[in-house]
């Protein structure tokens, strides 16, 4: 599905990935295949943010947002190995753990203000 938007909501073991435009929403949830999260054991984040990169094809702005460090890690990772990607994230948020409606709302309102201040003050 082509979509506009697109907000991720994600910690070091999954991520909730829904897309959205005015008339539709799709919600996906991508785990990380990683069974040793924060103990020192191997790392397996490049695979995990692959899928989630992979997942954002045909949107055009991404809010990040999570719990911890994991967005901003992705944020990173995409500007080494996924630049087309990298240039569609246009902020990340701190978010404790929101149902899918509650990240559709706060995306909503998020790029409402976002597409107002982008927006030229001389076509109003």
Same mark, same amino acid.
Not at 40 to 68: M, N, Q, R, W, Y
Not at 93 to 106: F, G, M, R, T
Not at 109 to 116: A, S
């Given at each position: 599905?082509?979509?506009?938007?697109?907000?991720?909501?994600?910690?070091?073991?999954?991520?909730?990935?829904?897309?959205?435009?005015?008339?539709?929403?799709?919600?996906? %949830?991508?785990?990380?295949?990683?069974?040793?999260?924060?103990?020192?054991?191997?790392?397996?984040?490049?695979?995990?943010?692959?899928?989630?990169?992979?997942?954002?094809?045909?949107?055009?702005?991404?809010?990040?947002?999570?719990?911890?460090?994991?967005?901003?890690?992705?944020?990173?990772?995409?500007?080494?190995?996924?630049?087309?990607?990298?240039?569609?994230?246009?902020?990340?948020?701190?978010?404790?753990?929101?149902?899918?409606?509650?990240?559709?709302?706060?995306? %909503?309102?998020?790029?409402?203000?976002?597409?107002?201040?982008?927006?030229?003050?001389?076509?109003?």
């Amino acid at each position: 599905m082509s979509t506009f938007h697109a907000v991720i909501w994600m910690d070091h073991s999954e991520a909730h990935t829904v897309m959205f435009d005015r008339e539709h929403v799709q919600a996906q %949830r991508i785990k990380s295949r990683s069974h040793h999260k924060h103990q020192g054991k191997g790392d397996d984040s490049h695979a995990f943010f692959a899928d989630i990169a992979g997942a954002l094809t045909g949107t055009h702005e991404v809010l990040l947002c999570g719990p911890g460090l994991a967005h901003n890690q992705f944020r990173e990772w995409c500007s080494h190995h996924q630049a087309a990607v990298a240039e569609t994230i246009v902020d990340s948020v701190v978010a404790d753990h929101p149902s899918d409606a509650q990240l559709v709302a706060l995306a %909503r309102q998020f790029f409402k203000k976002f597409d107002n201040m982008a927006a030229d003050p001389s076509l109003a």
